[in-house]
């Protein structure tokens, strides 16, 4: 167990419509990572915060966008939804912002049909 | 892009080690090298990581040539419960900030 958070475990929707995904970093880590991970492919960067500011982007669509909270829990909006969105969505935490040995949280697996 | 390159797939057999190469031969000075592995689709689980010097952890030994262009992940006593993807992963800069940037990663196999 990580110690990272997420919920929820699966989300099922159609096409057009929009989602949030939530994570809830390990106590004390500061920095939140989303990632996404499509079929049998590598994990796909999406967006960095720490200590609630916005750190760095990746790979993110506009119809994305997150946010973290003051007590640093983040979430994840997905909008718009395609079928090519249907992937594991992963929230990462770290101490820091420079710190990249993260700590995952066990994903949350989105269908869009 | 990815910086690194890593076979696709690989067999153990189980109680042997398990050395896992990747290439990297355009990694710059500052960058560091790290080691995640992803068991089935659960969230990857960090490793190991360095820069220059090797390193040893409880979980697995990091080699890095002495040019920096490769590095080899070694777990000593592989056991099956070690299956899963292995991700060799350099740290770039990225907006005055660093990233980690995924490829592929390595389908390490451990048979009994």
């Known amino acids: 167990d990580s110690g990272v958070t997420q919920t929820p475990k699966h989300l099922i929707t159609a096409t057009g419509q929009r989602v949030t995904l939530r994570c809830s970093p390990r106590s004390g880590d500061l920095s939140v990572y989303w990632y996404q991970q499509s079929l049998d492919q590598g994990l796909q960067f999406l967006i960095q915060?720490?200590?609630?500011?916005?750190?760095a982007k990746g790979n993110i669509l506009e119809r994305f966008s997150a946010q973290q909270f003051p007590d640093l829990h983040s979430e994840l909006n997905l909008s718009s939804l395609e079928l090519g969105d249907s992937a594991l969505y992963f929230c990462a935490s770290s101490p820091s912002g420079g710190s990249y040995e993260q700590y995952f949280g066990p994903g949350t697996r989105l269908t869009v049909t | 892009d990815a910086k690194t390159t890593q076979p696709p797939s690989m067999d153990c057999a189980e109680g042997r080690a398990a050395n896992l190469p990747c290439n990297h031969s355009t990694i710059s000075g500052n960058e560091y090298v790290y080691w995640y592995r992803q068991i089935h689709s659960q969230g990857p689980q960090y490793i190991i990581h360095?820069?220059?010097?090797?390193e040893t952890n409880e979980m697995a030994s990091l080699i890095i040539t002495e040019d920096r262009k490769s590095s080899t992940l070694i777990l000593p006593h592989a056991t099956l419960r070690d299956t899963a993807v292995y991700y060799c992963?350099?740290?770039?800069?990225?907006?005055?900030?660093?990233?980690?940037?995924w490829g592929a990663g390595t389908k390490l196999i451990i048979k009994p």
């Open positions: 915060y720490y200590n609630g500011e916005e750190r």
């Open positions: 360095g820069l220059k010097n090797n």
């Open positions: 992963i350099v740290r770039v800069a990225l907006d005055s900030n660093y990233q980690l940037i």
